[in-house]
């Protein structure tokens, strides 16, 4: 069963950069998408982005398109997503979750109740 844990949340001034971290244990990422989804209060849990395991093909929500990078090291079992420029409406709860093939929805839909693998998440603040 694979269980995740992230790290790397904190306060950060806009513009400021930030990298999460997702470390995978009791299993490897082999056969899985992995993803990054957040979530603020009153608000649905948005994916902001994935990648895939088998080919390292990534997908990106436009609001973070061009300043977050997913990347995955298999050797060390963990996803970083590398965040920059950010701002205040990048403030959430930061979740990594795993989607195991086959898929039941494209892992790109990033379908959050598809994902069966979920941490327990990491805040990041964007404040002055």
């Known amino acids: 069963q694979l269980q995740l844990v992230e790290s790397g949340g904190s306060l950060v001034q806009p513009g400021g950069s930030l990298r999460l971290s997702c470390a995978a244990s009791?299993?490897?990422?082999?056969?899985?998408?992995v993803g990054w989804f957040r979530q603020t209060p009153g608000k649905e849990r948005e994916g902001v982005a994935c990648?895939?395991?088998?080919?390292?093909?990534?997908y990106y929500a436009d609001s973070v398109k061009g300043r977050f990078t997913i990347s995955i090291d298999n050797a060390k079992k963990t996803v970083y997503l590398q965040m920059k420029r950010l701002n205040a409406d990048d403030t959430a709860v930061y979740y990594c979750?795993?989607?195991?093939?086959?898929?039941?929805?494209?892992?790109?839909?990033?379908?959050?109740?598809?994902?069966?693998?979920w941490g327990q998440g990491t805040r990041v603040t964007v404040s002055s």
């Open positions: 979750a795993a989607d195991k093939w086959p898929f039941v929805t494209p892992w790109m839909d990033m379908v959050s109740q598809d994902f069966n693998s």
């Open positions: 990648i895939s395991e088998d080919d390292r093909s990534t």
């Open positions: 009791g299993a490897t990422f082999d056969y899985y998408a």
